[in-house]
């Protein structure tokens, strides 16, 4: 199929809730069955019209995302396929989703949506659109979230079967206490890490009929597919008390910038677990080390600023346009359109600039052990190229020179390279190689690869202090 988006995402097409040494079950349309009193889950489904609104509560840190969908291949299933959380759909559909007792009421629970069908056939050629809540979430919103659970997310998504084996427990207990995680977010981050250290391989037998298949991977065979990898990180952070589901759909494809469309074929059906957060909804993470698969990118703190829309939906700038992403072929050359100057730093009150100057060297004096810590701390669980990037964000953020909303990535990079001119080229680098593996699926031959990035990151952060200083040195004198 062929999506068009200005966010990359995954498409879900099913969740499911309860987990056996059988497998994975939806088991939310028969529980909407026996709340209604209907025969089957399929009465139970609640029908839209097009464009209808999906009633949606957990919805903190997203921003409202068209993404349209032309069919390649016929569905036999007719599934919706959503990057996100569906808010409206352009054709007639069924929604299969959970009830609740509020009180005496009965109430639909759209926040447990297991799936979305449309009423007609979808054959190749079909296309339709999805108005959907696409999370830009951060990490310290995530950290910050708590445990809060509601009841429904309680009662079904911590859910484990006496099957699960107590040294399955026990290495998820183990890997969360030696990474010091203390919140839901870190832990999950670090039983994803642990997982990535996996081998990927789709040619594996079947567990033997005697044991039960977490344990058979996470134990003996230690490499497999994505079934494997998505299964052990819920039932994982299952006995953690991290509520999670494992989901089925695709991944993000590879973009086209001609067309400007993700390519999605059927080679990238893909398994991959979400987690629950109070207020923000389910978060996708990604265990699984396969060459089509990506982490997700968050950046480290709100890019929104406070919450000003009625909702709780954290209002926004704008998204990145791949259409723009053409810019890259060129590999160093950055846009300048609309870029200002840094803040206009020469033009503040030279006690402004002598704070930042002081705070630089007292950021200096930290103890290099403690600094370590912390940065590690923050940037984990991005990969190589998101660790550069995102450090280069953190490093300019402590000097006063955060990214704005209104920024692109390439905008900032243009942004940052005007203060720091002896930099220029490497900024360039950082950035252009974050947005082609963020939003480019396949990357550039032209751009750095992991080790080339590792190198760039390094040359940034010995001359980064220094130029910068120099530059407010320098301002501060000609204020005087």
């Not at 910050?144 to 207990?173: H, I, K, M, N, S």
């Not at 009929?209 to 058979?216: C, I, L």
């Not at 680098?429 to 550039?444: F, L, W």
Request: proline share 6%; aromatic share 10%.
């Amino acid at each position: 199929m062929y999506v068009r988006s200005t966010e990359y995402d995954y498409w879900r097409a099913v969740a499911f809730d309860r987990y056996s040494s059988e497998g994975w079950q939806n088991t939310v349309g028969e529980q909407a069955r026996a709340a209604l009193g209907v025969g089957t889950p399929e009465q139970a489904r609640t029908p839209l019209e097009p464009d209808q609104g999906l009633p949606l509560f957990d919805v903190g840190g997203r921003i409202e995302v068209e993404q349209s969908f032309q069919l390649a291949e016929d569905r036999q299933d007719d599934l919706i396929l959503v990057g996100g959380m569906a808010q409206r759909v352009s054709i007639p559909t069924l929604v299969e989703h959970n009830y609740q007792q509020v009180g005496a009421q009965l109430e639909p629970n759209y926040d447990e949506t297991a799936l979305i069908v449309a009423e007609e056939e979808l054959r190749a050629g079909t296309t339709f659109t999805v108005t959907a809540l696409v999370s830009k979430v951060d990490v310290e919103s995530l950290r910050a979230a708590g445990a809060d659970y509601p009841q429904w997310v309680r009662e079904r998504y911590l859910q484990l079967p006496d099957t699960v084996t107590q040294r399955t427990r026990e290495r998820a207990a183990q890997i969360v206490n030696d990474a010091g995680a203390v919140t839901p977010y870190d832990q999950a981050i670090a039983i994803q890490e642990y997982l990535r250290t996996f081998r990927y391989d789709e040619a594996i037998p079947a567990p033997p009929a005697d044991r039960e298949p977490v344990d058979w991977f996470l134990f003996d065979q230690r490499s497999g597919y994505c079934d494997y990898f998505a299964s052990s990180m819920v039932v994982m952070l299952r006995s953690q008390g991290i509520p999670a589901r494992w989901v089925r759909g695709y991944a993000g494809g590879e973009f086209d910038a001609e067309q400007g469309v993700y390519i999605v074929r059927e080679n990238i059906a893909h398994s991959w677990p979400e987690i629950y957060f109070p207020g923000v909804g389910w978060e996708r993470f990604e265990p699984t080390p396969a060459t089509y698969t990506s982490l997700p990118q968050r950046p480290l703190t709100s890019i929104f600023g406070e919450d000003t829309s009625e909702n709780g939906q954290l209002a926004g700038g704008p998204v990145p346009d791949p259409s723009r992403f053409e810019e890259l072929d060129d590999g160093l050359d950055i846009v300048e359109r609309g870029v200002q100057p840094l803040g206009g730093l020469a033009n503040q009150s030279g006690g402004t600039l002598s704070a930042l100057i002081g705070g630089l060297l007292a950021l200096l004096a930290l103890s290099g052990g403690v600094l370590y810590a912390y940065w590690r701390y923050e940037l984990r669980g991005l990969s190589p190229v998101g660790q550069a990037y995102g450090g280069m964000i953190l490093l300019a953020s402590w000097a006063g020179l955060s990214q704005s909303a209104a920024r692109t990535p390439l905008e900032y990079a243009a942004q940052l390279g005007a203060a720091l001119p002896g930099q220029r080229q490497t900024i360039a680098r950082i950035s252009a190689a974050y947005v082609a593996e963020r939003y480019r699926r396949g990357g550039s031959a032209d751009l750095p690869d992991a080790e080339e990035q590792r190198e760039l990151w390094k040359a940034l952060v010995r001359h980064f202090f220094t130029s910068l200083n120099e530059r407010l040195y320098a301002a501060d004198r000609r204020r005087s």
